[in-house]
C-alpha cells in the first residue's frame, strides 16, 4: 500500500511538471482554482482550438524562452503619470481611461456604416460626451475613411479641451504612414497599430514566426513613433496567445516607443477573472510597463465583455475600449454605458483599487453622465440598430417597472428597486409637455439648447419645419419627440438622390393593398410617380419605390437585388398619437454589403417608406448600374417616339 502511494505521487509530480513546461502561466493561478484546474499540456485558451504545445509548432519558436516560464516577482506599479494631454485638457491621470471606437469598431457591425457627415455628427458627441480617445476608423480601409479620420481630427481634434484623435493601422508601412496623415490635424493625434500574437493568427492568418512577430513590431512601432508621441500598440488575440511570448512582445514594442499597450479579448473568449490575472502576469513580467497605459479590448461572444473589463479593471488595466450601445463585430463590444457606470455606481468598491479612499467622490472616468442617453439615441438614429428594450442602462424598459411589489417599492423610494436615476445619464424621467403648435422658433431653439443639442442654421430651420407639422397632428410633444426629430435631421442627406414627396395606401380586409408613390430625383431633377400592389400597405410602398429606383424583384422574398433583411417599429411615446420611428436593414445581394435607413413619422406607412428610402439611396452610392425607370407618361411617349421622326 506504501508502494501504490509513493507512485501516485511520483506520477503526480510528473503530471504537474507538464504543466508547468507547457503553460507558462500555470505558475500564476488564477484565484479560487485548484491545481488540477490546469492539468492540461495544451494552453487552456488554445486547446479548444487544437491547437499545438509552442514545442510542437513548425512556425513558432521550438521552445518557451526567458518571460514565458512563470511570473517573476510582484505586480509593478500602475502608471498615473500625467500625459500631455492630461496636463492640457485638466484630466485626472489616475482616473480610467475611456477609447472609443464606435466609429471604427463598432462601425464594422453589418448594416452600422455611416457616411463621412455622420461620422462627424457622432464625433462631436463623443467630445461632448467627455470620451478621452476617439478610434476615428482605419484611413487605409478606404479614401472615404480616410477623409473622415482627416476631417474629425481636423475638428473636433481643434477643440478648446480636444480627444486624442486615434486612427487604426495594421503593423506595415503604407498603413502607418496613411494613418499618420490622416490624424496629424489633431492637436493630440495617437496611431494605434496591432499585430496578432496567437499561435493560430501567426500560423494561419499572417503565416509568420514569433522571431518574425517580434521584428515586425520593432520595426513598425518605432516607424510610428517617429510620425506621434503617442502610439498604442495592441497583440491581435492577446487571449489564446501564450503568455509568456505576450508579455516579451509587448516589451519590445514598449521599448520601440509604444505609450499604450492594448490588450485585446479578439473573439470574446476570456473570463473576468482569467483577464485580471493575464493583466497582472503583465504589470509583473512586461519591461517598461510601468511607465505606459494598460488598455483592454473585447466582444462579448459569451456575453461577459463588460465583467471582463471589469476584471481587467481590477488588475491593473487603465484605458477601455468600448462602443456606445456596444454595437461591433458579431456580438459586439463592451458597451461603454455599462462600464462607465458600473465604476460610477460601485465607486466605493473600485476606489481603493485607484489608490482612492473608499468614500472619495471624485469620478472615476471624464465621462459626462448627462450626456450617454442622448449618444445612445444619436448614435441608434444614424446607424439603424436599435436597442433591445432590455438592455442596461440606456433599453426602453431600464428604468419600467411592472411588478406590483417594485411599484409600491417606488413609489415610497426609488432606491428601493433602482440604483441609478434616469436624470443621472440624461434622461427625463417625467418627460413632460416641452412645447406645441404655438410655439416659436426661438423657444424652439432655447428647448434644443436645454436638451444639450445644438444645430446650425439650415438644420435648425429644417427641424423646425417638421416640428410645426407634428404640433399640428400631435397635441403634446415631448423631449423624446425632439429629439427623434434632431436625428433625422442629422442624417447626411447631401448625398441621397432621392426625396419622398408622397406616399398613399389603400387597403383593408377585402381590399387589395395598393400604394401609389411619388419620388424627386435629384440628379436628374425629375418628379416621379409610380403605384404597386403588396400584401400589405407597406410592402406596397416599397415596392412601389423599388420600381421607381429601378430595382428588380416581385416582392421583398423575391427581390433579386435588394433583400430586406429586418424591419423594426417602435413608439417613441405612450400614446396614440405617438411618433412611430422605423429602422429598415437591406442587404444587396450582388456585394453582401448592409445598408440601414430610419425615420419617424406621426403615420407609420410614412416613415417606413422614408426609411427604405433613405436605406435605398445609401445603396444607390454604390450602385452606379442601376438605372432608375422613367416617369410612366415619359416611357409612353418616348415608345412612341421614332428615330425617323428626328
Known sequence: MTQNLFVKLALGAFMVAQVSAFAPHAALRPRGLSRNSKASALSPQAAPFGLRPAAASS?????????????????????QKATKHDIAT???????????????????????????????????????????????????????????????????????????????????????????????????????????????????????????VLAI??????????????????????????????????????????????????????????????????????????????????????????????????????????????IGERAGNAALEEVVMALHVRKSYYNPLLGREVEDDQAITNIKLNEIYRSSKLVTALTGMMVQPNKAIVGANAFAHESGIHQDGMLKNKLTYEIVDA???????????????????????????????????DDLNKAFIRFKDLADKKKEITNMDLESLVNDEVQDIAANRFKLYNVQVTCGSVACPTASVTLYDEQEQIERTDASIGTGPVDAAFQAVNRLCGLEGAGQAAASQV????????????????????????????????????????????????????????????????????????????????????
Not at 93 to 99: L, N, Q, S, W, Y
Not at 108 to 125: D, F, I, L, R, Y
Not at 220 to 235: H, P
Not at 294 to 316: K, P, Q, R, T, Y
Open 217 to 326: 513590431t520593432k520595426e513598425m512601432v518605432t516607424l510610428a513613433r517617429g510620425f506621434v508621441e503617442d502610439v498604442e500598440f495592441s497583440a491581435e488575440d492577446a487571449l489564446r496567445s501564450d503568455w509568456g511570448f505576450l508579455a516579451e512582445l509587448y516589451s519590445v514594442a514598449i521599448e520601440a516607443g509604444a505609450t499604450t499597450i492594448n490588450v485585446p479579448d479578439t473573439v470574446g473568449y476570456t473570463t473576468p477573472e482569467e483577464f485580471r490575472n493575464l493583466i497582472q502576469y503583465l504589470r509583473a513580467n512586461v519591461k517598461g510597463v510601468e511607465d505606459v497605459t494598460i488598455s483592454v479590448h473585447g466582444h462579448d461572444d459569451l456575453g461577459m465583455a463588460v465583467a471582463n473589463f471589469l476584471g481587467a479593471v481590477e488588475g491593473g488595466a487603465r484605458q477601455v475600449e468600448v462602443t456606445i450601445n456596444g
Open 423 to 457: 436624470s443621472t445619464i440624461g434622461l427625463d424621467s417625467n418627460d413632460g409637455i416641452v412645447l406645441g403648435k404655438h410655439s416659436g422658433r426661438a423657444a424652439f431653439r432655447s428647448r434644443l439648447q436645454e436638451m444639450g443639442i445644438s444645430l446650425g442654421d
Open 59 to 79: 512556425r513558432c519558436t521550438p521552445s518557451i524562452r526567458g518571460l514565458s516560464m512563470v511570473a517573476t516577482g510582484e505586480p509593478k506599479a500602475v502608471n
Open 563 to 646: 433583400k430586406l433583411l429586418e424591419y423594426t417599429v417602435s413608439s417613441v411615446t405612450a400614446g396614440i398619437d405617438s411618433l412611430g420611428e422605423v429602422s429598415i436593414r437591406i442587404m444587396d445581394l450582388e456585394s453582401g454589403t448592409i445598408y440601414s435607413g430610419r425615420a419617424s413619422d406621426t403615420d407609420v406607412v410614412v416613415s417606413s417608406t422614408q426609411a427604405y428610402v433613405n436605406a435605398l439611396n445609401r445603396l444607390l452610392l454604390h450602385r452606379t448600374d442601376l438605372t432608375p425607370k422613367l416617369h410612366p407618361q415619359l416611357a409612353v411617349a418616348r415608345a412612341g417616339f421614332k428615330e425617323s421622326d428626328k
Open 90 to 212: 485638466g484630466r485626472d491621470p489616475a482616473r480610467v481611461k475611456v477609447f472609443d471606437t464606435t466609429l471604427r469598431d463598432g462601425e464594422q457591425s453589418p448594416g452600422c456604416s455611416m457616411t463621412s457627415e455622420e461620422k462627424m455628427q457622432v464625433a462631436k458627441q463623443l467630445a461632448k460626451l467627455g470620451v478621452d480617445i476617439i478610434e476615428a476608423g482605419f484611413p487605409v480601409a478606404s479614401q472615404d475613411d480616410f477623409k473622415a479620420v482627416e476631417a474629425i481630427a481636423n475638428t473636433v481634434g481643434q477643440l478648446e479641451n480636444p480627444p486624442i484623435i486615434c486612427g487604426l493601422a495594421r503593423a506595415t508601412k503604407n498603413d502607418i504612414e496613411t494613418c499618420a496623415k490622416a490624424v496629424q490635424g489633431a492637436k493630440f493625434p495617437r496611431i494605434h497599430t496591432f499585430i496578432a500574437s496567437s499561435d493560430i493568427h501567426m500560423e494561419h492568418k499572417l503565416k509568420k514566426t514569433r522571431e518574425e
